[in-house]
């Protein structure tokens, strides 16, 4: 896997850093940790505060487009950033809901 950086654009706002990278790999896509390790040991930064948004595969080659996010610190980085684990937390109430039988008119 080989990892090109082309392009950094610092964003002061959400405190974070906007990397746009290709990546080139044989065999499937590879995973959203893999690729943050490949970024956080490029960027000598931690994996932790790196958050992968995409990788777009194009069609026919083994080149992939990423776009990834460094952010300054953890706090920003979560009150920014949906993190999967409270989507986790969210979905047993919603099975729940959906797994409640439905009452039925009686004329």
């Known amino acids: 896997m080989e990892l090109k950086i082309l392009e950094k654009k610092e964003n002061p706002l959400l405190h974070r850093t906007e990397i746009e990278a290709e990546l080139t790999a ?3 896509t590879p995973s959203n ?4 390790k490949a970024l956080a040991s490029q960027l000598k930064a931690e994996e932790k505060m790196i958050i992968i948004k995409h990788i777009y595969s194009r069609f026919g080659t083994n080149v992939s487009d990423v776009l990834a996010f460094l952010y300054d610190n953890e706090e ?3 009150e920014i950033e949906y993190i999967k684990e409270t989507k ?5 109430a919603e099975e729940k809901k959906e797994a409640a039988p439905k ?3 009686k004329e």
């Open 76 to 78: 920003k980085m979560k």
């Open 26 to 28: 044989t065999g499937p």
């Open 33 to 36: 940790e893999a690729v943050a």
């Open 103 to 105: 009452e039925e008119k």
């Open 88 to 92: 986790k937390e969210a979905k047993p």
